[in-house]
């Protein structure tokens, strides 16, 4: 059974600091590009950061870069998003994603999502 559960959001004030965590199991994580994708109230989806398979490549959202880091340990199954400078507008449900391309098709799994509020 696919699982990826999200971690570490929460209320934080602006210009803080949170470290989002997604452990994955049922699948052979290290296969997988990992990403977090958020979406705010009346928003659509929108991707944060992406993390291929080995960890040597991440790409951001440019409204993140500079903030935010994306990190895999693909002995403990697991991916990280650092952010810090937090905004207001950061304000959102953070989800993690797992994706792999194999023989013509997409594999895509997604966690349940964790709320992450910055309010002062």
């Known amino acids: 059974q696919v699982q990826l559960v999200e971690s570490g959001g929460g209320l934080v004030q602006p210009e803080g600091s949170l470290r989002l965590s997604c452990v994955a199991s049922g699948f052979t994580f290290s296969s997988y590009a990992m990403s977090w994708y958020r979406q705010a109230p009346g928003k659509e989806r929108e991707l944060v950061a992406t993390i291929i398979s080995t960890g040597v490549n991440t790409d951001y959202a440019d409204s993140v870069k500079g903030r935010f880091t994306i990190t895999r340990d693909n002995a403990e199954n697991t991916v990280h998003l650092q952010m810090n400078s937090l905004k207001p507008e950061d304000t959102a449900v953070y989800y993690c994603?797992?994706?792999?391309?194999?023989?013509?098709?997409?594999?895509?799994?997604w966690g349940q999502g964790t709320q992450v509020t910055v309010s002062s």
């Open positions: 994603n797992a994706r792999r391309w194999w023989l013509g098709q997409v594999f895509d799994y």
